[in-house]
T-cell receptor
Framework: SQTIHQWPATLVQPVGSPLSLECTVEGTSNPNLYWYRQAAGRGLQLLFYSVGIGQISSEVPQNLSASRPQDRQFILSSKKLLLSDSGFYLC????????????????FGPGTRLTVL | QKEVEQDPGPLSVPEGAIVSLNCTYSNSAFQYFMWYRQYSRKGPELLMYTYSSGNKEDGRFTAQVDKSSKYISLFIRDSQPSDSATYLCAMSGRDDKIIFGKGTRLHILP
């Protein structure tokens, strides 16, 4: 079975510090990978998605970046955090090819709660 | 107009009551309509999905889609305290991008 891991679970960082959040998926190959942010009162916002190693699409221009150095590893980074970067960061994966005539379900990880002070 | 609108709540109902959760949307290209459940400090998990219009039932849960009105609903029968969570509606078209509602916080009172 497939599992998705995220770490750390919680993080408190000062403004201006760097950030690195990691996501790994087990039990599947060539998954589509996603980074979302969930801020209070704003719902889930897609930040980045990737269909393969080194292939990253950005949905929202900001001071965050993403990388996919390995097939099942997705990293979210920042060189300098802003107060507005606080939120709940969720990684998700979906199969590379959706089931025939069906929704390609996204499976979410446990999330990282980031507080920028 | 936002693509997906969802009342954030909170919605409090007594145990055993029928719960109705709703979303409206503006993009007529949406084909898949999903409901995710998210417990506090956890990632969302897919509860149900529906393709195009119609109803879908799974145990105590029923999802309805009315594409003509651009309106979707989730009904929970015989609500339980364990149903207390945030429920997010979500929609997608032919690509894999999902647009989520803000979520409705639901409290089932014992």
């Amino acid at each position: 079975s497939q599992t998705i891991h995220q770490w750390p679970a919680t993080l408190v960082q000062p403004v201006g510090s760097p950030l690195s959040l990691e996501c790994t998926v087990e039990g599947t190959s060539n998954p589509n990978l996603y980074w979302y942010r969930q801020a209070a009162g704003r719902g889930l916002q897609l930040l980045f998605y990737s269909v393969g190693i080194g292939q990253i699409s950005s949905e929202v221009p900001q001071n965050l970046s993403a990388s996919r150095p390995q097939d099942r590893q997705f990293i979210l980074s920042s060189k300098k955090l802003l107060l507005s970067d606080s939120g709940f960061y969720l990684c998700a994966w979906s199969p590379p090819i959706p089931p025939l005539s069906s929704y390609n379900e996204q499976f979410f990880g446990p999330g990282t709660r980031l507080t920028v002070l | 107009q936002k693509e997906v609108e969802q009342d954030p709540g909170p919605l409090s109902v007594p145990e055993g009551a029928i719960v109705s959760l709703n979303c409206t949307y503006s993009n007529s290209a949406f084909q898949y309509f999903m409901w995710y459940r998210q417990y506090s400090r956890k990632g969302p998990e897919l509860l149900m999905y529906t393709y195009s219009s119609g109803n879908k039932e799974d145990g105590r849960f029923t999802a309805q889609v009315d594409k003509s009105s651009k309106y979707i609903s989730l009904f929970i029968r015989d609500s339980q305290p364990s149903d207390s969570a945030t429920y997010l509606c979500a929609m997608s078209g032919r690509d894999d991008k999902i647009i989520f509602g803000k979520g409705t916080r639901l409290h089932i009172l014992p």
